[in-house]
C-alpha cells in the first residue's frame, strides 16, 4: 500500500529480485502517481511506469475492504506501507494488528518525517526532504538560490534502504521465525546523504554553502567547458593534478608551490579553476576526454538524457531494456553475470484483483458482490 515514489521503488526493487508484489490502490484513482505528467506514455505517466514494474494490482475501497487486506496479510511475507501518518490505525492496518495475524510478517512503514519528535505527523515528499534535510542548502552556485537535485533522489535511496532492511529482516527471519517492524522516512534518508557535511561542521563551526559542480573538499573536481560542451574533471590527488596540469600544457600550475597540496588548492581554487578553464574552451569536448584519458585523468563527458539514453556504453550494458514498449532502466547490477531485469512492465489499474481474491481464497460469487458493492475494483478500476 504505497503511493507516489519511494514505496513503489522499494517493491519494484523486491519485484526485480524474484518477490511476487501485490500493489493495492484504491479504484477510483489508483496511486497518485498515475497521473503525474506529463510526460506520459499510453495514458499514464512515465514517473509511474518507471516505479511499478514487477507488480499486480488490486484496487480495493480501504475503508471498505480492509478485511480484503488483513486476508492477504495473513500469508504475505511482507507488508510495505506509505499511507499518511495514523491512517492505518484507522483502517486497521497498523503493525500490531497485521503481525497478531501473522507472526512471521515484515510490516515496513515509510514516513515523511520519522514516527516521533516535533515533524512527525508531517506529510512529506522528496523536495520537502531535500529542502529539510539540508541538500538544497548545499546545491547550486554561489550566491545563488538552492536547487533541489534534479532527480527523486531522496525517494530512490529511501526505497532502496527499504528493500534492503526488508531483505535483512528476511534473513533473521530465516534464523528466528519471527518477522519485524521497519521504520524508515524520507528525513533520515535526506539526513544520512549530510554526513560528511554534518561531520565537518561539527569539526570547524563553518556551515557549508554552495559550489556549483565543484566539490568542496576536493580541487581541481568540477566541470570545465570546452568548445562545444562541459566535462567533469575529477583530479582527486596530486598525481592527477601534475597530469592534468601537463595536459592543459600548463605544467607551472604543479610546479607552483601555493598548489602543491590538495588543501593548497582548495585556498586557490578559483585561481587554478580559472586557468584550466581559459585551456580547456580553446578545443572540443571529445579532443580533451581522449587526452585525460591518455593521461590518467579521471574526467566525463556532462551528457543530456538523450546522451544518455543514445551512448554505447548504456546500450553495452542493457541499461534500457523494453518494457510494455517503452525502455524502463533496469536494476544496476548483475548476478552470477545475469543483468537483473524488470519481468513485467506497471500493471493497470485494477487489472489483478480477481486472479489475487481468488488466490485468497475468494469464490467467483464473493468477487462479484465485492464488486457490485464498490469494495473492489476490477480492471480498469471502475471502468
Known amino acids: 500500500m504505497t503511493t507516489?515514489?519511494?514505496?513503489?521503488?522499494?517493491?519494484?526493487?523486491?519485484?526485480?529480485?524474484?518477490?511476487?508484489?501485490?500493489?493495492?490502490?484504491?479504484?477510483?484513482?489508483?496511486?497518485?502517481?498515475?497521473?503525474?505528467?506529463?510526460?506520459?506514455?499510453?495514458?499514464?505517466?512515465?514517473?509511474?511506469?518507471?516505479?511499478?514494474?514487477?507488480?499486480?494490482?488490486?484496487?480495493?475501497?480501504?475503508?471498505?475492504?480492509?478485511?480484503?487486506?488483513?486476508?492477504?496479510?495473513?500469508?504475505?511475507?511482507?507488508?510495505?506501507?506509505s499511507l499518511r501518518p495514523g491512517l492505518v490505525e484507522e483502517l486497521g492496518l497498523d503493525a500490531p494488528t497485521l503481525r497478531a495475524g501473522n507472526e512471521r510478517l515484515v510490516y515496513c512503514s515509510m514516513t515523511g518525517f520519522g514516527t516521533h519528535g516535533p515533524l512527525a505527523g508531517r506529510l512529506?515528499?522528496?523536495?520537502?526532504?531535500?529542502?529539510?534535510?539540508?541538500?538544497?542548502?548545499?546545491?547550486?552556485?554561489?550566491?545563488?538560490?538552492?536547487?533541489?537535485?534534479?532527480?527523486?533522489?531522496?525517494d530512490q535511496t529511501t526505497g532502496i534502504w527499504a528493500a534492503l532492511t526488508i531483505l535483512g529482516a528476511l534473513m533473521r527471519r530465516g534464523q528466528t521465525g519471527e518477522g519485524a517492524v521497519v521504520d524508515?522516512?524520507?528525513?533520515?534518508?535526506?539526513?544520512?546523504?549530510?554526513?560528511?557535511?554534518?561531520?565537518?561542521?561539527?569539526?570547524?563551526?563553518?556551515?557549508?554553502?554552495?559550489?556549483?559542480?565543484?566539490?568542496?573538499?576536493?580541487?581541481?573536481?568540477?566541470?570545465?567547458a570546452a568548445s562545444d560542451g562541459e566535462l567533469m574533471i575529477a583530479a582527486g590527488n596530486d598525481r592527477a593534478f601534475a597530469a592534468l596540469a601537463e595536459v592543459v600544457a600548463?605544467?607551472?600550475?604543479?610546479?607552483?608551490?601555493?598548489?602543491?597540496?590538495?588543501e593548497k588548492r582548495i585556498a586557490a581554487r578559483d585561481?587554478?579553476?580559472?586557468?584550466?578553464?581559459?585551456?580547456?574552451?580553446?578545443?572540443?569536448?571529445?579532443?580533451?576526454?581522449?587526452?585525460?584519458a591518455s593521461a590518467g585523468v579521471p574526467a566525463a563527458a556532462v551528457q543530456d538524457v538523450g546522451e544518455v539514453a543514445d551512448h554505447p556504453q548504456t546500450a553495452a550494458l542493457g541499461l534500457l531494456p523494453l518494457l510494455g514498449g517503452l525502455p524502463i532502466a533496469r536494476l544496476p547490477f548483475s548476478v552470477d553475470g545475469v543483468a537483473v531485469t524488470h519481468r513485467s512492465a506497471a500493471p493497470r489499474l485494477g487489472n489483478d484483483t480477481e486472479e489475487v481474491l481468488r488466490e485468497a481464497g475468494y469464490s467467483d460469487a464473493e468477487i462479484r458482490d465485492l464488486a457490485a458493492a464498490g469494495v473492489i475494483g476490477l480492471d480498469g478500476g471502475d471502468q
Open 271 to 292: 585561481e587554478i579553476a580559472g586557468a584550466i578553464a581559459a585551456r580547456i574552451a580553446l578545443e572540443t569536448r571529445e579532443y580533451w576526454l581522449g587526452r585525460l
Open 124 to 154: 512529506g515528499y522528496d523536495p520537502l526532504a531535500q529542502a529539510a534535510g539540508g541538500i538544497v542548502s548545499v546545491t547550486g552556485e554561489a550566491g545563488g538560490p538552492g536547487v533541489r537535485a534534479g532527480i527523486s533522489l531522496v
Open 184 to 224: 524508515l522516512s524520507l528525513y533520515e534518508t535526506a539526513v544520512s546523504f549530510m554526513g560528511y557535511h554534518l561531520a565537518g561542521f561539527a569539526a570547524s563551526g563553518a556551515v557549508p554553502g554552495r559550489h556549483g559542480t565543484a566539490f568542496p573538499s576536493i580541487a581541481p573536481y568540477q566541470t570545465f
Open 4 to 81: 507516489s515514489y519511494a514505496g513503489p521503488f522499494c517493491t519494484e526493487v523486491l519485484g526485480a529480485l524474484g518477490a511476487d508484489v501485490i500493489k493495492v490502490e484504491p479504484p477510483e484513482t489508483g496511486d497518485e502517481a498515475r497521473t503525474w505528467g506529463p510526460p506520459s506514455f499510453e495514458g499514464t505517466s512515465t514517473m509511474f511506469l518507471t516505479a511499478n514494474a514487477n507488480k499486480r494490482s488490486v484496487a480495493i475501497r480501504l475503508r471498505r475492504g480492509g478485511g480484503i487486506v488483513r486476508r492477504l496479510a495473513e500469508t504475505a511475507d511482507v507488508f510495505v506501507q
Open 250 to 262: 600548463l605544467p607551472e600550475l604543479a610546479a607552483e608551490p601555493r598548489f602543491a597540496t590538495n
